[in-house]
């Protein structure tokens, strides 16, 4: 135990420095005698008076630097707020972080006109109360400022004192589900090192030491160091159990832009309407031969329900025991599809995803490398580009290229607001390609294949959109996966009721055939995403622990939701297990039929 208590002092003590270089990394603001320029506001938060030097100051760095958004460090900022901003934000590289979550001090924020009126902004007011509300804004305004979002202390700001009381609310603004399960990792900290005292004095004592000095290692001679950092230091268990008895007391609760009306209420009439007729308007007719190679011996593969948003329906799954292809069979109709993926994609649920989208650059970046040495493309359409996260990674591997995106959401015209994409389409592949014939270098559908009534009419409406000798970037799921017969129903990849058909590697080359690619390279093991346990345990957890407010659900009682609040937080340790168990097997899938994923490059042969 002792060794344990040492390696923990030692890991807090490189930790220490690690938080030190991003203290050291943070801009100060220089005085300025220019007037703030006509194309700059300020935001403020509670309590908050902006200096008319800092204002210029701020302004004339965000010119300086090519800023949209600069958000303002005082240099009395509390240390434990200082220590939890650095934890959360990379700021050496947080402005080249295209995906990264806006954050704040909850102070103040420079914001250039044209990105207000972007985001739709223009009319909130410059000041507010509600810290909640001003976090908010910064998480929209990093998507509108992408690669323009940094921030700066400013050493003539005096910040206003952050309210105790409203600490818990922004808290689950910041962290949302997380907030419980690090509150009570913060306790068993405490917790740990007071307890191994007793057994072990010398090596508790030596990662308290290293606990408490690690503000004074993180803060001191660095803009961020305040007046509170030596006694803060000193006797940092008091002030942290004290911050928490305060923060777990907070009451105050943020205004609630519905006014009152619950979301979930108001939408129970508009799902009662569209499930009058129950579930069978939502399927076609079963067919009774594969759609790929148009054989009749089909075979059951699986029977689920919808383990996502728990939808009523019964979904079978087909296998065609000729050329394997997987399939949803009855499959949905359009109208189907639009009742299955509301609330999924927009709606009650879109923040989610778009947090999940956000989490990951490196995929999207693994997708833009593979075109490099195959080509050079000015044009690129992404099909099925959701908000535009490709696209907006890729202009970093191809900077000179044209990136347009097709949906049939909403979220691609977000997309065009927020200039992740250059263009919008909204609306069907296959309808809208007969108008952008010949005009792409490369045409990409990420995950996108699997969601579609008909992956040959999609494949062929590839071919129509791209120039001779263009490029067709797909990745799939591989229904070959290992864990896809092991987790059952709970491999999330079978996707229950979006993913209408799984392609293997085989057939899918023989649709590309069919339409005049030849692949040029394949991707396999590389495309592995290690998450199949993380995942299936999350489906798993949502199956027994459900969300309480769904408007196609009966309302739920306090026992329900209290029991989604106290179950999640103790499955977070069981994800996080999971998470560690799928990077330790991932050497082990990575490789064909072991991979969750595959990924094709292929080019449109001359005359075809």
Same mark, same amino acid.
């Given at each position: 135990?002792?060794?344990?208590?040492?390696?923990?002092?030692?890991?807090?003590?490189?930790?220490?420095?690690?938080?030190?270089?991003?203290?050291?990394?943070?801009?100060?603001?220089?005085?300025?005698?220019?007037?703030?320029?006509?194309?700059?506001?300020?935001?403020?938060?509670?309590?908050?008076?902006?200096?008319?030097?800092?204002?210029?100051?701020?302004?004339?760095?965000?010119? +300086?630097?090519?800023?949209?958004?600069?958000?303002?460090?005082?240099?009395?900022?509390?240390?434990?707020?200082? !220590?939890?901003?650095?934890?959360?934000?990379?700021?050496?590289?947080?402005?080249?972080?295209?995906?990264?979550?806006?954050?704040?001090?909850?102070?103040?924020?420079?914001?250039?006109?044209?990105?207000?009126?972007?985001?739709?902004?223009?009319?909130?007011?410059?000041?507010?109360?509600?810290?909640?509300?001003?976090?908010?804004?910064?998480?929209?305004?990093?998507?509108?400022?992408?690669?323009?979002?940094?921030?700066?202390?400013?050493?003539?700001?005096?910040?206003?004192?952050?309210?105790?009381? +409203?600490?818990?609310?922004?808290?689950?603004?910041?962290?949302?589900?997380?907030?419980?399960?690090?509150?009570?990792?913060?306790?068993?900290?405490?917790?740990?090192?007071?307890?191994?005292?007793?057994?072990?004095?010398?090596?508790?004592?030596?990662?308290?030491?290293?606990?408490?000095?690690?503000?004074?290692?993180? !803060?001191?001679?660095?803009?961020?160091?305040?007046?509170?950092?030596?006694?803060?230091?000193?006797?940092?268990?008091?002030?942290?159990?004290?911050?928490? #008895?305060?923060?777990?007391?907070?009451?105050?609760?943020?205004?609630?832009?519905?006014?009152?009306?619950?979301?979930?209420?108001?939408?129970?009439?508009?799902?009662?309407?569209?499930?009058?007729?129950?579930?069978?308007?939502?399927?076609?007719?079963?067919?009774?031969?594969?759609?790929?190679?148009?054989?009749?011996?089909?075979?059951?593969?699986?029977?689920?329900?919808?383990?996502?948003?728990?939808?009523?329906?019964?979904?079978?799954?087909?296998?065609?025991?000729?050329?394997?292809?997987?399939?949803?069979?009855?499959?949905?109709?359009?109208?189907?599809?639009?009742?299955?993926?509301?609330?999924?994609?927009?709606?009650?649920?879109?923040?989610?995803?778009?947090?999940?989208?956000?989490?990951?650059?490196?995929?999207?970046?693994?997708?833009?490398?593979?075109?490099?040495?195959?080509?050079?493309?000015?044009?690129?359409?992404?099909?099925?580009?959701?908000?535009?996260?490709?696209?907006?990674?890729?202009?970093?591997?191809?900077?000179?290229?044209?990136?347009?995106?097709?949906?049939?959401?909403?979220?691609?015209?977000?997309?065009?607001?927020?200039?992740?994409?250059?263009?919008?389409?909204?609306?069907?592949?296959?309808?809208?390609?007969?108008?952008?014939?010949?005009?792409?270098?490369?045409?990409?559908?990420?995950?996108?294949?699997?969601?579609?009534?008909?992956?040959?009419?999609?494949?062929?409406?590839?071919?129509?959109?791209?120039?001779?000798?263009?490029?067709?970037?797909?990745?799939?799921?591989?229904?070959?996966?290992?864990?896809?017969?092991?987790?059952?129903?709970?491999?999330?990849?079978?996707?229950?009721?979006?993913?209408?058909?799984?392609?293997?590697? +085989?057939?899918?080359?023989?649709?590309?055939?069919?339409?005049?690619?030849?692949?040029?390279?394949?991707?396999?093991?590389?495309?592995?995403?290690?998450?199949?346990?993380?995942?299936?345990?999350?489906?798993?957890?949502?199956?027994?622990?459900?969300?309480?407010?769904?408007?196609?659900?009966?309302?739920?009682?306090?026992?329900?939701?209290?029991?989604?609040?106290?179950?999640?937080?103790?499955?977070?340790?069981?994800?996080?297990?999971?998470?560690? #168990?799928?990077?330790?097997?991932?050497?082990?899938?990575?490789?064909?039929?072991?991979?969750?994923?595959?990924?094709?490059?292929?080019?449109?042969?001359?005359?075809?």
């Amino acid at each position: 135990m002792s060794v344990l208590l040492y390696i923990l002092a030692a890991l807090v003590l490189l930790d220490s420095f690690r938080l030190r270089g991003r203290a050291q990394a943070l801009a100060e603001l220089s005085p300025s005698d220019e007037p703030v320029s006509p194309t700059h506001r300020f935001l403020t938060g509670p309590g908050v008076v902006l200096d008319e030097a800092t204002r210029r100051a701020a302004s004339a760095h965000a010119r +300086k630097h090519g800023l949209k958004v600069l958000d303002l460090w005082p240099s009395n900022l509390a240390p434990e707020l200082s !220590l939890g901003l650095l934890s959360l934000l990379d700021v050496p590289k947080f402005r080249r972080m295209r995906l990264a979550r806006g954050f704040t001090a909850g102070q103040a924020m420079l914001v250039e006109v044209e990105t207000l009126e972007r985001a739709e902004l223009t009319d909130t007011p410059p000041q507010t109360d509600d810290p909640v509300l001003f976090l908010r804004r910064a998480v929209a305004l990093k998507r509108f400022a992408c690669t323009d979002f940094d921030f700066a202390v400013a050493p003539a700001f005096r910040g206003a004192a952050d309210d105790p009381d +409203k600490r818990l609310a922004l808290a689950r603004a910041a962290m949302g589900g997380m907030t419980g399960a690090l509150f009570a990792a913060r306790v068993a900290w405490l917790g740990l090192i007071f307890g191994a005292a007793y057994w072990h004095p010398e090596a508790a004592g030596a990662l308290l030491g290293t606990w408490m000095t690690r503000p004074v290692l993180v !803060l001191a001679g660095t803009s961020l160091q305040s007046a509170q950092l030596f006694p803060y230091a000193a006797l940092r268990p008091l002030f942290e159990v004290y911050g928490w #008895l305060r923060t777990a007391l907070g009451r105050w609760r943020p205004p609630d832009p519905n006014g009152g009306a619950d979301p979930v209420d108001a939408l129970r009439p508009i799902y009662a309407e569209l499930m009058k007729d129950g579930t069978e308007p939502f399927f076609q007719a079963r067919r009774p031969d594969c759609p790929i190679c148009g054989q009749s011996r089909l075979e059951p593969f699986l029977e689920v329900g919808d383990l996502f948003q728990f939808k009523p329906g019964r979904f079978h799954v087909e296998k065609c025991a000729d050329c394997g292809h997987i399939f949803q069979n009855p499959q949905l109709t359009v109208r189907g599809l639009n009742f299955y993926y509301r609330d999924f994609y927009d709606g009650l649920d879109a923040e989610a995803l778009e947090s999940l989208l956000g989490a990951g650059p490196q995929v999207y970046e693994a997708r833009a490398r593979m075109v490099i040495g195959h080509g050079e493309p000015e044009t690129w359409l992404d099909v099925g580009g959701g908000s535009g996260h490709l696209c907006c990674i890729s202009r970093d591997t191809w900077p000179r290229a044209r990136f347009d995106g097709l949906d049939l959401s909403a979220g691609i015209l977000e997309a065009q607001r927020r200039g992740w994409v250059d263009r919008a389409y909204r609306g069907l592949f296959p309808e809208v390609a007969p108008t952008l014939a010949g005009q792409y270098d490369v045409v990409s559908m990420s995950h996108y294949l699997e969601h579609t009534l008909d992956p040959r009419a999609e494949v062929a409406a590839a071919a129509k959109a791209l120039k001779p000798g263009g490029l067709f970037l797909v990745e799939v799921p591989d229904p070959d996966c290992a864990w896809g017969s092991i987790l059952g129903k709970y491999w999330l990849p079978w996707f229950q009721p979006q993913h209408l058909h799984l392609l293997s590697v +085989k057939n899918l080359e023989r649709l590309l055939g069919e339409h005049g690619f030849e692949a040029v390279l394949w991707h396999r093991g590389e495309t592995h995403h290690p998450l199949d346990l993380f995942l299936a345990t999350s489906l798993f957890l949502n199956r027994i622990l459900p969300k309480p407010a769904r408007p196609w659900l009966p309302p739920a009682g306090l026992g329900r939701r209290l029991g989604h609040k106290v179950g999640w937080t103790f499955g977070m340790g069981i994800l996080a297990g999971m998470l560690m #168990l799928d990077a330790l097997l991932a050497p082990l899938m990575r490789r064909p039929g072991g991979a969750n994923t595959f990924r094709v490059l292929a080019r449109l042969r001359a005359g075809a």
